[in-house]
């Protein structure tokens, strides 16, 4: 959980640093873009139901390692896109404890039947 939370607060950062960093443009519009998006996965990600959802923040991170080569970034957001973007991916690897297991998905539907059986309260 913590892990995602730092996540959070660093798209949070990415949101912002077009105005803290002074540079506009392309790498402007990839960290308005990339900010609220890796912000809210972090954050739908931290419950444990969720959790799966960390894995679009790798792609995002590894968007932003990318980005500066591919849309052509100036120093300072170029620097700022890779660390970013390392942090980001290297964050949302981490799993963190597994506390509960939930559901099932689909092998819980269609694999093998239940250990037991379905049990009924005696009626009155």
């Known amino acids: ?10 798209g ?3 949101m912002s640093s077009p105005a803290v960093l002074e540079h506009s443009g392309a ?8 900010g609220p998006a890796i912000a809210c996965f972090a954050i739908i990600a931290t419950w ?20 500066p080569l ?21 964050l949302s690897v981490y799993r963190g404890r597994v506390g ?10 269609w694999g093998a039947p239940p250990d037991r059986e379905f049990q009924t309260r005696p009626s009155r």
């Open 48 to 67: 444990g139901v969720t959790r799966a959802l960390r894995w679009i923040n790798v792609a995002l991170g590894l968007w932003l390692i990318a980005a």
């Open 100 to 109: 509960h297991r939930y559901a099932g998905g689909w092998r819980a539907l």
């Open 27 to 34: 790498a402007a519009t990839n960290a308005h873009i990339a």
């Open 12 to 14: 949070a950062w990415l």
């Open 70 to 90: 591919v849309v052509g970034h100036s120093t300072a957001a170029s620097v700022n896109s890779l660390l970013v973007g390392a942090a980001v991916a290297g």
């Open 1 to 10: 959980m913590w892990a995602q939370i730092m996540v959070a607060i660093l």
